[in-house]
């Protein structure tokens, strides 16, 4: 079983920054692509940013020079760095992480329970 917790949702004025972290537990061997992905209020879930194990990083272009996705492999952790925040960037954000949980065997995606964050004056 693999579980992936986040915290560092909360409530924050436009222009304010939050840190969201995201970290696996479980039966863990690698993790090659671990993401943030966003669903706001009617829309559809949408990718946020990833990171490869390499630290390869890719960004949807609204959140380009703002967000900040980094990993810490050692710990099976994921951040995301959230500065400028704008009232369009209310959502749900989940955690996603590709991972093997043996040396041969699947791989598997898992999905946080989604973390809050909401930006309004």
């Known amino acids: 079983q693999v579980q992936l917790v986040e915290s560092g949702g909360g409530l924050v004025q436009p222009g304010g920054s939050l840190r969201l972290s995201c970290a696996a537990s479980?039966?863990?061997?690698?993790?090659?692509?671990m993401g943030w992905y966003r669903q706001a209020a009617g829309n559809q879930r949408e990718m946020v940013a990833v990171?490869?194990?390499?630290?390869?990083?890719n960004y949807a272009d609204s959140v380009k020079g703002r967000f900040t996705i980094s990993r810490d492999n050692a710990k099976n952790t994921v951040y995301l760095q959230m500065n400028s925040l704008k009232p369009e960037d209310t959502a749900v954000y989940y955690c996603?992480?590709?991972?093997?949980?043996?040396?041969?065997?699947?791989?598997?995606?898992?999905w946080g329970q989604g973390t809050q964050v909401t930006v309004s004056s």
């Open positions: 996603n992480a590709e991972l093997q949980s043996a040396r041969i065997g699947p791989t598997t995606i898992y």
């Open positions: 990171i490869l194990n390499s630290g390869t990083t």
């Open positions: 479980g039966s863990i061997f690698s993790i090659s692509i």
